[in-house]
């Protein structure tokens, strides 16, 4: 193995820890699909540990972010045990709020916090999507728009059937 791949997968490894599913599903996050009102409701992913669940990273005025978005809707008709999460990066609450309502989004949708936002770094991939198992366990990452047949193909290949777990 060559110095190069010894560094490039040392810094795969440490960019992929602190986004464990234990921290992710601990955080904190302020909820983006809710009324003015519940405005500052803040709640963290733990409550959606229960099915598989594939977050999707996202921010205002990405068109690759909008077409995934369009594809997340897709993958909920064919697989409606998959719980589908937004979470917006490099965005105020207001503009990451009006970019979802411009995609007719019906997802539970929140801000990604600082920690989450570090993890995943300064300049944050977008689209990038996390599939989760049931117990809360990271089974895949994708960065960049995955169709949804390779979304499903790719969880398979890590023994996950997004499409009939439960």
């Known amino acids: ?88 990066v490099q965005g105020n609450y207001q503009r990451l709020k009006r970019e979802l309502h411009k995609e007719r989004n019906h997802f539970p949708a929140y801000v990604a916090n600082k920690e989450i936002v570090q993890a995943i770094g300064s300049q944050s991939p977008v689209p990038m999507t996390l599939i989760f198992d049931e117990v809360g366990g990271l089974v895949l990452k994708t960065v960049g728009y995955t169709s949804k047949e390779k979304l499903i193909a790719l969880s398979l290949e890590k023994q996950l059937d997004i499409c009939h777990s439960i």
Request: aromatic share 10%; with cysteine.
């Open 1 to 88: 193995m060559s110095f190069k791949s010894v560094c490039l997968f040392s810094l795969l490894c440490f960019w992929m820890l602190p986004v464990q599913a234990g921290d992710i599903f601990q955080q904190a996050m302020v909820r983006l699909d809710r009324t003015v009102a519940n405005a500052t409701e803040v709640e963290t992913l733990a409550q959606f540990r229960h099915k598989p669940m594939i977050v999707s990273f996202f921010m205002p005025n990405c068109k690759w972010c909008q077409k995934q978005h369009k594809n997340l809707k897709r993958i909920e008709q064919t697989c409606p045990n998959a719980q589908v999460i937004m979470l917006g």
